[in-house]
């Protein structure tokens, strides 16, 4: 069985939500479902780019499937 990329989001698909969720993070743990419920993010884009976020290390997860914008000195 081979790899599909059929739920790889283009870069500019990307793009059309990366702002409204960086726009949306705060400090405070926000359930993941949340988000999709209240930004509309296709679940496979918000993924990719909760990922992005992550490994730029401006985002940490915590338990329960939430997620807070770190705070940088």
């Known amino acids: 069985m081979g790899y599909s990329t059929n739920n790889i989001p283009s870069d500019a698909e990307l793009d059309l939500y990366r702002g409204k969720l960086a ?3 705060s ?3 926000v359930l993941i479902e949340d988000i999709i419920d209240q930004l509309g993010i296709p679940v496979n ?3 990719c780019l909760l990922i992005e976020l992550e490994l730029a290390g401006q985002i940490c997860r915590t338990s329960g499937n939430k997620v807070y914008r770190v705070v940088k000195f």
């Open 45 to 47: 884009i918000l993924n």
């Open 27 to 29: 400090h405070s743990p």
């Open 23 to 25: 726009n949306s993070l």
